[in-house]
Every structure is written in structure tokens, then in C-alpha cells.
T-cell receptor, first 113, second 113 residues
């Protein structure tokens, strides 16, 4: 059973397009996250949601809009894609609060041409 | 904000040798320090973590040590095997930060036969 799943795994699109990445977790966790991993493998948090409420927003351009329909899902919508958005995006989840283990999904490789 | 530095960026060892990866953090309020292993094309996988009330933790061939005074923590892998080859990331988080993980820059570990 997949704990944290993401779709699609690969996404190739042109500049200016709008795209979405979906994430689902079946761990019963209350908190979900989006991380971006750049070409140098650097991992940086973008957002976190706790029970559908935005908790962390790390100065991400407002072209990026997370949406959490319920606590098991956190989707990422990106408007007006730019070349610099090309990266691997990881979803993660954890129990609510601090110092809890975060479990990552398999990632979505986004390529903007 | 928190800054996590990780060294070395690449590490090559012979099978059976030990490998040590070191991280330093800047925020003395940080109290949770996980280590992740990322294999090619996959998401980061939590392999071990340590909290600030503990100085050392061991799980089979993997151990982590924490020096709160010096603000550094290390990952030790003994009896390395080819399947240990991957990128390893350290991270830190602190209470009240929404469980935000600040990652180090990663270490590419290669275990040679």
C-alpha cells in the first residue's frame, strides 16, 4: 500500500501553461507539505497544511496555490509556468505538531520548456 | 531562520568501511533532527531521527549523534554495502515552526565494491 502518492510522476509543459499536481496520503496524518527539489538536489519547503488550514507559506510566488479538499489530500496548482519552475516537487505528510516524522511521496518531475 | 550545513557533499567508501556525514545547525531552538536517504528517482526516505533530549541513537548499522552545545549532529553508517549508495540529507526543525524541516545540501554516498 502506498503511503503518500503523487500524480503525475512526470509533467512536461510549455511556459505560460497552468498545471496541477495531486497528492494523497493514507496514513491518517493531519499535516501535509509541499517541498521543491531543484537541479542541485536542494530541498526546500513551500507550504504546509494542517487539517485543511494553511500553516506554512515560504515566500512562494502567488502563481503557486495549494488546495486541501480534505486532510488526506493536498494539491498544488501552478499558474503561468516559468522555466525556473522546473524541479521535482515532493509531497509529504506527518502527524500534527512539532518533531513528528515526515513521510515523502515519490515526487513529480516538472519540466517547463 | 534556521541554516543547516552538511559535509561532505560527496563521499566514496569501500564496501565494509564506515561512512560519516556531518551537519551543523544555527538555531539553538531546533530540537528534532531526522536523516533521509534518497535513491535515484525516488522520494526521501526517513532512516533515523534524534530529538534533543538524546545524545545518541542507533538502529542496526546506522547511528546518529547529537552535540547540542556545538550544534552539530552526525550520521554514522557501519559495514557499508552497495545498497547504501544514495544521497543522504540531514534536517532540523524546532517547536512552533509548524514542523518545518530545514534540509542540509545533501551528501552523495558511493559504496564501491
Amino acid at each position: 500500500d502506498t503511503a503518500v502518492s503523487q500524480t503525475p510522476k512526470y509533467l512536461v509543459t510549455q511556459m505560460g501553461n497552468d498545471k496541477s499536481i495531486k497528492c494523497e496520503q493514507n496514513l491518517g496524518h493531519d499535516t501535509m507539505y509541499w517541498y521543491k527539489q531543484d537541479s542541485k538536489k536542494f530541498l526546500k519547503i513551500m507550504f504546509s497544511y494542517n487539517n485543511k488550514e494553511l500553516i506554512i507559506n515560504e515566500t512562494v510566488p502567488n502563481r503557486f496555490s495549494p488546495k486541501s479538499p480534505d486532510k488526506a489530500h493536498l494539491n498544488l496548482h501552478i499558474n503561468s509556468l516559468e522555466l525556473g519552475d522546473s524541479a521535482v516537487y515532493f509531497c509529504a505528510s506527518s502527524s500534527a505538531g512539532s518533531s513528528y516524522e515526515q513521510y515523502f511521496g515519490p515526487g513529480t518531475r516538472l519540466t517547463v520548456t | 531562520g534556521e541554516n543547516v550545513e552538511q559535509h561532505p557533499s560527496t563521499l566514496s567508501v569501500q564496501e565494509g568501511d564506515s561512512a560519516v556525514i556531518k551537519c551543523t545547525y544555527s538555531d539553538s531552538a531546533s530540537n528534532y533532527f531526522p536523516w533521509y536517504k534518497q535513491e535515484l528517482g525516488k522520494g526521501p526516505q526517513l532512516i533515523i531521527d534524534i530529538r534533543s533530549n538524546v545524545g545518541e541513537k542507533k538502529d542496526q548499522r546506522i547511528a546518529v549523534t547529537l552535540n547540542k552545545t556545538a550544534k552539530h549532529f552526525s550520521l554514522h553508517i557501519t559495514e557499508t554495502q552497495p545498497e547504501d549508495s544514495a544521497v543522504y540529507f540531514c534536517a532540523a526543525s524546532k517547536p512552533g515552526g509548524g514542523n518545518k524541516l530545514t534540509f542540509g545540501t545533501g551528501t552523495q554516498l558511493k559504496v564501491e565494491l
